[in-house]
Each structure stands twice: as structure tokens, then as C-alpha cells.
Nanobody
Framework: QVQLVESGGGLVQAGGSLRLSCAAS????????MGWFRQAPGKEREFVAA????????YYHDSVKGRFTISRDNAKNTVSLQMNSLKPEDTAVYYC????????????????WGQGTQVTVSS
């Protein structure tokens, strides 16, 4: 019922920047949250950043604080992730997710997922 489409991934050198975008369609609820997760080869999907759809706050994994910024545009049903000072350790497939539970930092709180976009950071 809800579709999420990510865009903006690519290949950059360490220290560079990328901006990821996620477009949602099908249905929107005011209490839903939007999040970004990433998964590197051989690793579990991990939390990166999240934002409350109602504007309650933003949340970041410690490894990206000060470098990544999540934002939203409710009128357009989009969420973005500005990534600066990228490191090789940031290389992964990045997924956009939507959910309605109060805990926004765990995978099980989300029930809609995009297909992912590849981010590769060269050293």
C-alpha cells in the first residue's frame, strides 16, 4: 500500500558528500516516522538516522553524528539524508523506511521499506 523509492546513491571519495532522498507514496499518516538504515556485505542492517513525521525530533547513530543530517518535507512526502565527510566505513546499501511506533531506532519498528541505494566511499 505504501511505496518508498530511494535515490542519490553513488561513488565518492573519502571526505566527499552525497544527498539521499526517499519519496513516499500511497498513504501518509501524521504519527508515522521515517528512518534510514544501511547494510554492508556480511553485516546486519543497522540504524543510521530517523525523524518523527510529527516533528518530535531527530535521531542519529553515534558514528554519523555531526556528519549526517536527516530532514523531511511532509507536503511532498519526502525524507532526505545529507551525508558529509564520508568515510570508507560508510559504504553500504542505504534503505529508507516508514513506521508508526515510538521507538524509531530499531528495524522492527518499521513496516515499509524501499529497495535501497548503493553508497560507495573510496579511500
Amino acid at each position: 500500500q505504501v511505496q518508498l523509492v530511494e535515490s542519490g546513491g553513488g561513488l565518492v571519495q573519502a571526505g566527499g558528500s552525497l544527498r539521499l532522498s526517499c519519496a513516499a507514496s500511497g498513504r501518509t499518516v501524521s504519527s508515522s516516522a521515517m528512518g534510514w538504515f544501511r547494510q554492508a556485505p556480511g553485516k546486519e542492517r543497522e540504524f543510521v538516522a530517523a525523524i518523527s513525521w510529527s516533528g518530535a525530533g531527530t535521531y542519529y547513530h553515534d558514528s554519523v553524528k555531526g556528519r549526517f543530517t536527516i530532514s523531511r518535507d511532509n507536503a511532498k512526502n519526502t525524507v532526505s539524508l545529507q551525508m558529509n565527510s564520508l568515510k570508507p566505513e560508510d559504504t553500504a546499501v542505504y534503505y529508507c523506511a516508514a513506521g508508526s511506533r515510538v521507538v524509531v531506532t530499531i528495524t522492527t519498528s518499521y513496516n515499509y521499506w524501499g529497495q535501497g541505494t548503493q553508497v560507495t566511499v573510496s579511500s
